[in-house]
């Protein structure tokens, strides 16, 4: 839990400390002249501090890498990202492990500034939980979609399970039959809960190419490169 400190007001300071209460610019600027190798994460105006990542962090990030770049690789329109800082709001900048979004001239509600960043609130966003369960499934999730994610993956590897969230309407998408959950705001985005959890790649290969030979996708796809 985080330990408890003052809000922090002065203009310079040298370095965050997790638990400090702060408001996104003033995050923005202290991080920035942190060391390279240094990690935090604002949420709701509370600094965050990760803990180290393990190797079933890296793999489930790859394997869900693989599966949105794939995916963004066969719907022009699209551009997905990997632990890219996100500033969500003024109490909120964080480093989701990955994004998927329309890209901003196709209609995309988030945007590159010009010194490298992401603003606003991209289509989808995945977290892998290990040792940040709690706070992706609640206090993450609650402020997705105070900013306007439209769906958000959470990969939980102990226990092994994929939450998949609608935060428009709030409620949990499903897996089908079949085991394969279908994203509803990227068409066409097929994922097999079983093939990802044991990084079965033909699984997850399989799945993901069925979706992109629907109806549904060539559609979403029209609609993106018309706009």
Known sequence: MATAHKRVEE??????????HMGQ???????CQMPSDYHAELIGGIVFEPSPVSVWHGTGQIDLGYLLKSYSMATRGTKVAAGATLILSDEDEVEPDLMLRV????????????????KG??????????????????????RYALAGVVEYIVVCLRPKKIYWFDLRSGAEL???KNGVFQSKVFPGLWIHEKGLLESDDEL????????????QHSEFVARLTAS
């Open 11 to 20: 203009p310079r300071r040298a370095r965050l400390y997790n638990g400090d």
């Open 25 to 31: 610019k003033l995050f923005h600027r202290i991080y």
């Open 174 to 176: 499903i897996a089908d």
């Open 121 to 142: 609130a991209p289509e989808l966003v995945a977290e892998i939980a290990y040792s940040s369960r709690a706070i992706d499934l609640h206090m993450k999730k609650e």
């Open 103 to 118: 890209a901003q001239e196709r209609g995309g509600a988030s945007y590159t500034t010009r010194d490298g960043f992401i």
């Open 204 to 215: 997850i290969k399989n799945t993901l190419e069925r979706g992109l030979r629907t109806a």
